[in-house]
T-cell receptor, first 114, second 113 residues
Framework: ETGVTQTPRHLVMGMTNKKSLKCEQH?????MYWYKQSAKKPLELMFVYSLEERVENNSVPSRFSPECPNSSHLFLHLHTLQPEDSALYLC?????????????FGPGTRLTVT | KQEVTQIPAALSVPEGENLVLNCSFT??????LQWFRQDPGKGLTSLLLIQSSQREQTSGRLNASLDKSSGRSTLYIAASQPGDSATYLCAVRLRSNDYKLSFGAGTTVTVRA
């Protein structure tokens, strides 16, 4: 297992629900990322935080709301999702956001929107 | 914009056969290229990372080559085993970007016992 954990591992929610995904990294890193992986498609970068400040919001709909209270924790708050939001959501962390820093990935949360 | 393509999308081979997975990218000005393994419903495990100045990297039965001029990388897995069944992703990092990785959609490999 990597030093990046995600909970829950599986989540089924209706379109009117509100839920949150949690990511925690135990690597002492300063940057954290949310990615979306839809079936048969490349990973899409959603959000990037560096030292708890958001540095990237890749045109993600407002029904996805990230939160980074400290450098070890990252949340993705979900509300009024659509069925096409069903996907594997992956969290990653890295020492920094510079080009030389490798990203380490968590196991993902499999989200199904009904 | 960097486009990364992996062909084929799926591959099935008998145990013991060598695997050849292809990755192509459109912008040759890369910083590095990384190969990942992903088991069903799981996260990504890094297999090999090749810097732009390198031609290949090896780890056990795995060997990855990089040809920047042609925009290609190949992952070779020797003497495949059923445990090698997984999806293999390649990701490219551009020099001009910092943290951004451009991923291919992956090749799903099945090794038949």
């Amino acid at each position: 297992e990597t030093g990046v954990t995600q909970t829950p591992r599986h989540l089924v929610m209706g379109m009117t629900n509100k839920k949150s995904l949690k990511c925690e990294q135990h690597l002492g890193h300063n940057a954290m990322y949310w990615y979306k992986q839809s079936a048969k498609k490349p990973l899409e970068l959603m959000f990037v935080y560096s030292l708890e400040e958001r540095v990237e919001n890749n045109s993600v709909p407002s029904r996805f709301s990230p939160e980074c209270p400290n450098s070890s924790h990252l949340f993705l708050h979900l509300h009024t999702l659509q069925p096409e939001d069903s996907a594997l959501y992956l969290c990653a962390s890295s020492q920094g956001t510079g080009v030389g820093y490798e990203q380490y990935f968590g196991p993902g949360t499999r989200l199904t929107v009904t | 914009k960097q486009e990364v393509t992996q062909i084929p999308a799926a591959l099935s081979v008998p145990e013991g056969e060598n695997l050849v997975l292809n990755c192509s990218f459109t912008d040759s000005a890369i910083y590095n290229l990384q190969w990942f393994r992903q088991d069903p419903g799981k996260g990504l495990t890094s297999l090999l990372l090749i810097q732009s100045s390198q031609r290949e990297q090896t780890s056990g039965r795995l060997n990855a080559s990089l040809d920047k001029s042609s925009g290609r990388s190949t992952l070779y897995i020797a003497a495949s085993q059923p445990g090698d069944s997984a999806t293999y992703l390649c990701a490219v990092r551009l020099r001009s970007n910092d943290y951004k990785l451009s991923f291919g959609a992956g090749t799903t490999v099945t090794v038949r016992a």
